[in-house]
T-cell receptor, first 113, second 112 residues
Framework: GESVGLHLPTLSVQEGDNSIINCAYS??????FIWYKQESGKGPQFIID?????DKRQGQRVTVLLNKTVKHLSLQIAATQPGDSAVYFC????????????FGAGTRLFVKA | NAGVTQTPKFRVLKTGQSMTLLCAQD?????MYWYRQDPGMGLRLIHY???????AKGEVPDGYNVSRLKKQNFLLGLESAAPSQTSVYFC???????????FGPGTRLTVL
């Protein structure tokens, strides 16, 4: 069935190191993928997205990689800062008789000073 | 711009009580959504709207009703609250179905 999952529920990194958060998806029809950041007590906030016709997209300190062959998505955060501590969600969207967004459960990122 | 706002922020209900959650957006978005977020689970879509006067069921619509009388507002109603509806509710909006969604700060609802 359709699912978006995360390999690790928590990730702990040292401040200044790079972080990599992984996500697997199962719907081959998905053509749009999004990463969200959710800080405690707040709503999800868009970080970066990528369309299925791309395999890499870069933003400010963040990079999303898409591997359609193995249905894998990753978010890389460069020089991780304490302010990056949050839960990160991946989401997939595709048209299957209607647009539907499927959200993963999230990975909690802890940044150690 | 305020973006997406939600009221109230917190609410405690007794089983069987009713309430309405209000969502407002000032981005002139056509699409609006209501999600619930439960521990260890991804956001699940309750209902959504593709424009003023329209609503549609999402993944978990039972026990909820919605209305979109004005483009900027999307109301979520619980007619007879149940403990299983204890959750954090998020409203979101987007320009179109393939565009990023902007989320509100959430409403934490507890049903006793």
């Amino acid at each position: 069935g359709e699912s978006v999952g995360l390999h690790l529920p928590t990730l702990s990194v040292q401040e200044g190191d790079n972080s990599i958060i992984n996500c697997a998806y199962s719907n081959s029809a998905s053509d749009y993928f999004i990463w969200y950041k959710q800080e405690s007590g707040k709503g999800p906030q868009f970080i970066i997205d990528i369309r299925s016709n791309m395999d890499k997209r870069q933003g400010q300190r963040v990079t999303v990689l898409l591997n359609k062959t193995v249905k894998h998505l990753s978010l890389q955060i460069a020089a991780t800062q304490p302010g990056d501590s949050a839960v990160y969600f991946c989401a997939e969207k595709g048209y299957t008789g209607g647009f539907k967004t499927i959200f993963g459960a999230g990975t909690r990122l802890f940044v150690k000073a | 711009n305020a973006g997406v706002t939600q009221t109230p922020k917190f609410r405690v209900l007794k089983t069987g009580q009713s309430m309405t959650l209000l969502c407002a957006q000032d981005m002139n978005h056509e699409y609006m959504y209501w999600y619930r977020q439960d521990p260890g689970m991804g956001l699940r879509l309750i209902h959504y709207s593709v424009g003023e006067g329209t609503t549609a069921k999402g993944e978990v619509p039972d026990g909820y009703n919605v209305s979109r009388l004005k483009k900027q507002n999307f109301l979520l109603g619980l007619e007879s609250a149940a403990p299983s509806q204890t959750s954090v509710y998020f409203c979101a909006s987007s320009y179109g179905p393939g565009n990023e969604q902007f989320f509100g700060p959430g409403t934490r609802l507890t049903v006793l």
